[in-house]
């Protein structure tokens, strides 16, 4: 990468910062509620404006069912390893590896005999997630 490129991509201007905007740091196993849609499948998202983030965990031998949404959707695993079912085309994914879901694309997951640890990107925020956590404050 040249300094260019990364002068451009380090840039900023404080005075492009709308007043008021604040970053935050957030504690995953203290302040994120988690959901646990099905037994051995647990997700702790972290919403920004525009974006979810999940961090999701698999128990062994859990389903996750094909299903499809209008959220665009970027899953990577950190650690373990599943099944990934994308439209019919199923591959064991591991540590490092990733899958780029476009809105409204069938896909499903499964553990066998181990645990997986994922993190999912979702654009715009996950519509059934945002649900759950509304109804978790209940």
């Known amino acids: 990468m040249s300094e260019i490129d990364a002068a451009r991509y ?3 201007d404080p005075d492009a910062v709308p007043p008021g905007v604040k970053g935050r740091y957030v504690d995953l196993d203290g302040a994120v ?3 646990e849609f099905l037994p051995g499948l647990v997700f702790r998202p972290v919403l920004g404006d525009n974006m979810l983030v999940s961090f999701v965990t698999y ?3 859990t ?6 949404h209008e959220e665009e959707q970027i899953s990577f695993v950190v650690d373990g390893e599943f099944e990934f079912d994308l439209d019919g085309d199923k591959r064991v994914m591991r540590r490092g590896m990733a899958v780029v ?3 409204f694309v069938p896909h499903g997951a499964r553990t066998y005999d181990t645990t997986c640890f994922q993190i999912d990107v979702f654009h715009p925020p996950r519509k059934a997630l945002l649900e759950a956590l509304r109804d978790g404050e209940r």
């Open 10 to 12: 380090f840039e900023f």
């Open 59 to 61: 128990e062994p031998h």
């Open 63 to 68: 389903v996750a069912p094909v299903h499809a």
């Open 101 to 103: 879901i476009p809105p």
């Open 33 to 35: 509620t988690p959901v």
